[in-house]
């Protein structure tokens, strides 16, 4: 609203010199009417929500449209190719939309690594002092950032799956992993009795990581000596629960995937709709992460690096440990919305088949239900919240990134 | 608070609510039929290119059975075929335009169901086409019959009866499948071309259809099974019984004049017919025309300038025809087939 509001009543007595307290003296009061205006506004949206929702009810029962939610818990009767979940045709709707929740998280997670990763990588390249470097990613951003996404996508599927032989010829890694043009065979692994205390394991190799972290930290403020943590962490993390595989007595075993018939069985399938879509979002999303990184390492002075370099320390330090945290509170806030688009963006799988949120929720099951109010709403609160989400986690870093001021 | 802002609030507030009342209009006030003729067209849902049913020409004009009928209704209710306008609509939205008002016909090989008559608000007022869901894989898989699909992977397009089909008639077979299902029809074939399935399954005669379109369709063959019941036949909103009159007599006009013998060309001396079949069904005897709000001679407009339903089949499917598909269940019931109208009387 408007700034001009006074912080109070304030005793308006106009120059006609009217009583004090007449409606107009209340009216030309610009605190009270701001507030009258803020109220007028209110009930103008709120009577317009009312009213497109009201209208909405109304024309649904006029064409005799089934409409609530009872359709969640009706049985879905199709397949779905990919799932993190138990799945069947017996399944409800309700499981329908879990299943496509977890596939849209599955590649939207998967596509934000990387792409930060790429973005990262990329837009270093692009402040590079070698000259092919430089090129190499000022070329790639503005092929890549200029061209559709939804093309990118049909592009990298239909030549993925062009180049793939058929499951007959597959490639085979280690004899045991096969990529065809079906997706991508892995051995599944089969968790017995006693893989608990593995998993176990690798949590509190976790938490110690962070201890260490914490003491070498410490160490340093006092001593100025450095301990090499990373590897410590490593070691930790991978080591220790390996050893307690074979403490255990090797509780976990893998079913291998054979060639029957038309495809291979047992083991894990990932399917190359999955592959095609993080390889596309990954590459769309990294040519815009890298004009962010690179606008923000331009953003400090370059007073930095050269105090940097005066005390001694090599590029490779100033850049991990001066240029970077003073960058990144510019890259941050953009770089919260590319994840958004990404998340978003993740939606147009539909056109490559990958059962993900909007293809089989809001595409298969409301054609099957046809309550496209109900199934819409649902699928938007969805991606609203995962957005909020989204943004919620990048301000809590963003906050502790920010400048301290002391 | 200036008066600028508040005035632009009030134009913003103001503009919002025309918007949204423009949008809700779609609230039938008056019949489609009125509605229609106000409008000097009949604003037809087809498909987004299905040879044979709804397809575009490279001139930009659509052609196909479904096609047909929406220029049989025109021809009803203008004495023109061409004043028709089309919305390309995929699977997804297709019930969607009509329940809006988007369209006045929904002609665009769509099944007829129960759940779909009587749960979207939407009414089925005939058969133009009987079909029924099929496979069709390459020949070098040396597969002859459905039964042999075990483990199979199977394209399809989403937003259809098909993928529950599928499920259905693999399950009640126990073979293990894995379903691939793509939003659109051209991406799901072209993924099945790459390799990407063993096969590719929708109506029969999507596939012969879709067949079109593979790189070498002599390399592919489809599947003798029919894994279910498709009855295709346009549909209408519910609730409007004059409009769906028109349209549901305008495809009975059709079958009746094939039956009658009745075509294009010899529609015209059929005029002076004797047979009262005929007299009744060209307006030259009764008043059914004005029954249905239209003119006495709106069976002949239809017959004159779409064709009786032999016409448009062999035009669009039939066996000259690039699809080449046979009459077979769509033959009249005269003829060994179930296609049967009711008759004008």
């Given at each position: 609203m408007s700034s001009e509001g006074s912080s109070g009543p304030s005793t308006a007595t106009s120059a006609v010199g009217?009583?004090?307290?007449?409606i107009s003296a209340f009216l030309n009061n610009s605190y009270y009417r701001g507030i009258i205006f803020q109220a007028l506004t209110i009930a103008l949206i709120v009577g317009f929500v009312w009213w497109v929702v009201g209208n909405t009810v109304t024309n649904l029962a006029e064409r005799n449209i089934a409409s609530g939610f009872g359709f969640l818990n009706s049985t879905a009767g199709f397949s779905i190719n990919f799932s993190l979940i138990e799945y069947s045709e017996e399944s409800t709707h309700g499981r329908v939309l879990l299943v496509g929740l977890l596939n849209t998280i599955l590649c939207a997670a998967l596509s934000i690594f990387f792409a930060t990763i790429i973005g990262f990588v990329v837009g270093v390249g692009r402040l590079s002092s070698n000259w092919l470097v430089r090129k190499l990613s000022a070329a790639y951003v503005e092929i890549v950032r200029n061209v559709p996404l939804l093309l990118i996508i049909l592009f990298v599927y239909i030549a993925v799956l062009q180049v793939l032989p058929s499951p007959r010829n597959s490639f085979s890694l280690f004899g045991d992993f096969f990529w065809n043009n079906r997706g991508l065979v892995t051995p599944q692994p089969v968790f017995e009795s006693g893989s608990g205390l593995i998993f176990f394991v690798f949590i509190a190799a976790l938490v110690m990581s962070f201890f260490v972290r914490m003491w070498a930290r410490k160490r340093q403020m006092e001593t100025g000596a450095q301990f090499p943590v990373f590897y410590t962490a490593l070691g930790l993390i991978i080591g220790l629960p390996v050893i307690t595989y074979f403490l255990a007595g090797q509780p976990i075993s893998f079913v291998f995937p054979e060639l029957k018939g038309f495809n291979f069985v047992g083991g894990i399938n990932i399917v190359n709709e999955l592959l095609a879509l993080v390889i596309a979002l990954s590459m769309y999303t990294a040519s815009y992460i890298a004009e962010i990184v690179r606008a923000g390492i331009l953003s400090v002075s370059h007073g930095q690096t050269e105090a940097a370099y005066s005390l001694g320390l090599s590029p490779g330090k100033t850049t991990r440990l001066i240029v970077i945290p003073q960058a990144m509170r510019l890259i941050i806030p953009p770089l919260t919305s590319q994840y958004l688009n990404l998340t978003k963006n993740s939606s147009l799988a539909a056109a490559i088949a990958y059962p993900e949120l909007v293809s089989v929720f809001a595409g298969t099951s409301l054609n099957q239900v046809g309550q496209a109010v109900e199934v819409l709403s649902i699928t938007m609160a969805i991606y609203l919240s995962l957005s909020l989400l989204t943004s919620l986690l990048m301000n809590w870093y963003n906050a502790s990134m920010a400048l301290k001021e002391r | 608070m200036s008066i600028r802002s508040i005035l632009s609030k009030i134009l913003l507030a103001g503009f919002g609510t025309v918007l949204v009342a423009a949008i809700s209009t779609?609230?039938?006030?008056?019949?489609t039929l009125s509605q229609v003729q106000g409008k000097g067209f009949v604003q037809c849902g087809v498909s987004q290119g299905l040879p044979g049913f709804s397809n575009p020409d490279d001139s930009g004009n659509w052609t196909g059975i479904d096609v047909d009928v929406c220029r049989a209704v025109a021809a009803a209710v203008f004495g023109d075929a061409d004043k028709v306008k089309y919305t390309p609509l995929s699977a997804k939205e297709r019930f969607t335009a009509l329940q809006s008002g988007e369209i006045d016909i929904l002609s665009r090989n769509t099944t007829m169901s129960m759940q779909r008559d009587t749960a979207l608000g939407v009414n089925f007022v005939g058969i133009n086409y009987y079909d029924g869901q099929g496979f069709m894989v390459r020949k070098?898989?040396?597969?002859?019959?459905?039964?042999?699909?075990?483990?199979a992977s199977v394209c399809t397009n989403t937003g259809t009866t098909t993928e529950l089909n599928v499920a259905d008639y693999f399950r009640a077979n126990n073979m293990p499948y894995e379903i691939v299902a793509f939003e659109k029809a051209d991406e799901g074939v072209a993924s099945y071309d790459a390799g990407r399935c063993d096969v590719y399954t929708t109506d029969q005669s999507g596939l012969y259809a879709q067949r079109l379109k593979l790189t070498d369709k002599d390399a592919h063959v489809v599947l003798p099974e029919l894994i279910s019941k498709e009855p295709l036949g346009p549909a209408v909103r519910q609730g409007d019984d004059e409009w769906a009159n028109v349209v549901r007599w305008s495809l009975n006009a059709m079958l009746n004049a094939e039956e009658a013998d009745v075509t294009s060309s010899n529609v015209d001396r059929m005029l002076g017919s004797d047979n009262p079949i005929i007299r009744r069904m060209l307006g030259v005897e009764g008043s059914y025309g004005e029954n249905l709000g239209?003119?006495?001679r709106w069976a002949y407009n239809i017959i004159k300038q779409v064709g009786n339903y032999s016409e448009s089949f062999e035009r669009n499917?039939?066996?000259?025809?690039?699809?080449?598909?046979?009459?077979?269940?769509?033959?009249l019931w005269t003829d060994g087939g179930i296609q049967y109208a009711a008759p004008i009387r």
């Amino acid at each position: 609203m408007s700034s001009e509001g006074s912080s109070g009543p304030s005793t308006a007595t106009s120059a006609v010199g009217r009583k004090k307290g007449s409606i107009s003296a209340f009216l030309n009061n610009s605190y009270y009417r701001g507030i009258i205006f803020q109220a007028l506004t209110i009930a103008l949206i709120v009577g317009f929500v009312w009213w497109v929702v009201g209208n909405t009810v109304t024309n649904l029962a006029e064409r005799n449209i089934a409409s609530g939610f009872g359709f969640l818990n009706s049985t879905a009767g199709f397949s779905i190719n990919f799932s993190l979940i138990e799945y069947s045709e017996e399944s409800t709707h309700g499981r329908v939309l879990l299943v496509g929740l977890l596939n849209t998280i599955l590649c939207a997670a998967l596509s934000i690594f990387f792409a930060t990763i790429i973005g990262f990588v990329v837009g270093v390249g692009r402040l590079s002092s070698n000259w092919l470097v430089r090129k190499l990613s000022a070329a790639y951003v503005e092929i890549v950032r200029n061209v559709p996404l939804l093309l990118i996508i049909l592009f990298v599927y239909i030549a993925v799956l062009q180049v793939l032989p058929s499951p007959r010829n597959s490639f085979s890694l280690f004899g045991d992993f096969f990529w065809n043009n079906r997706g991508l065979v892995t051995p599944q692994p089969v968790f017995e009795s006693g893989s608990g205390l593995i998993f176990f394991v690798f949590i509190a190799a976790l938490v110690m990581s962070f201890f260490v972290r914490m003491w070498a930290r410490k160490r340093q403020m006092e001593t100025g000596a450095q301990f090499p943590v990373f590897y410590t962490a490593l070691g930790l993390i991978i080591g220790l629960p390996v050893i307690t595989y074979f403490l255990a007595g090797q509780p976990i075993s893998f079913v291998f995937p054979e060639l029957k018939g038309f495809n291979f069985v047992g083991g894990i399938n990932i399917v190359n709709e999955l592959l095609a879509l993080v390889i596309a979002l990954s590459m769309y999303t990294a040519s815009y992460i890298a004009e962010i990184v690179r606008a923000g390492i331009l953003s400090v002075s370059h007073g930095q690096t050269e105090a940097a370099y005066s005390l001694g320390l090599s590029p490779g330090k100033t850049t991990r440990l001066i240029v970077i945290p003073q960058a990144m509170r510019l890259i941050i806030p953009p770089l919260t919305s590319q994840y958004l688009n990404l998340t978003k963006n993740s939606s147009l799988a539909a056109a490559i088949a990958y059962p993900e949120l909007v293809s089989v929720f809001a595409g298969t099951s409301l054609n099957q239900v046809g309550q496209a109010v109900e199934v819409l709403s649902i699928t938007m609160a969805i991606y609203l919240s995962l957005s909020l989400l989204t943004s919620l986690l990048m301000n809590w870093y963003n906050a502790s990134m920010a400048l301290k001021e002391r | 608070m200036s008066i600028r802002s508040i005035l632009s609030k009030i134009l913003l507030a103001g503009f919002g609510t025309v918007l949204v009342a423009a949008i809700s209009t779609a609230a039938q006030a008056q019949s489609t039929l009125s509605q229609v003729q106000g409008k000097g067209f009949v604003q037809c849902g087809v498909s987004q290119g299905l040879p044979g049913f709804s397809n575009p020409d490279d001139s930009g004009n659509w052609t196909g059975i479904d096609v047909d009928v929406c220029r049989a209704v025109a021809a009803a209710v203008f004495g023109d075929a061409d004043k028709v306008k089309y919305t390309p609509l995929s699977a997804k939205e297709r019930f969607t335009a009509l329940q809006s008002g988007e369209i006045d016909i929904l002609s665009r090989n769509t099944t007829m169901s129960m759940q779909r008559d009587t749960a979207l608000g939407v009414n089925f007022v005939g058969i133009n086409y009987y079909d029924g869901q099929g496979f069709m894989v390459r020949k070098d898989l040396g597969v002859t019959s459905a039964l042999q699909l075990s483990g199979a992977s199977v394209c399809t397009n989403t937003g259809t009866t098909t993928e529950l089909n599928v499920a259905d008639y693999f399950r009640a077979n126990n073979m293990p499948y894995e379903i691939v299902a793509f939003e659109k029809a051209d991406e799901g074939v072209a993924s099945y071309d790459a390799g990407r399935c063993d096969v590719y399954t929708t109506d029969q005669s999507g596939l012969y259809a879709q067949r079109l379109k593979l790189t070498d369709k002599d390399a592919h063959v489809v599947l003798p099974e029919l894994i279910s019941k498709e009855p295709l036949g346009p549909a209408v909103r519910q609730g409007d019984d004059e409009w769906a009159n028109v349209v549901r007599w305008s495809l009975n006009a059709m079958l009746n004049a094939e039956e009658a013998d009745v075509t294009s060309s010899n529609v015209d001396r059929m005029l002076g017919s004797d047979n009262p079949i005929i007299r009744r069904m060209l307006g030259v005897e009764g008043s059914y025309g004005e029954n249905l709000g239209l003119s006495n001679r709106w069976a002949y407009n239809i017959i004159k300038q779409v064709g009786n339903y032999s016409e448009s089949f062999e035009r669009n499917v039939g066996v000259n025809t690039p699809l080449g598909i046979s009459r077979g269940l769509n033959a009249l019931w005269t003829d060994g087939g179930i296609q049967y109208a009711a008759p004008i009387r």
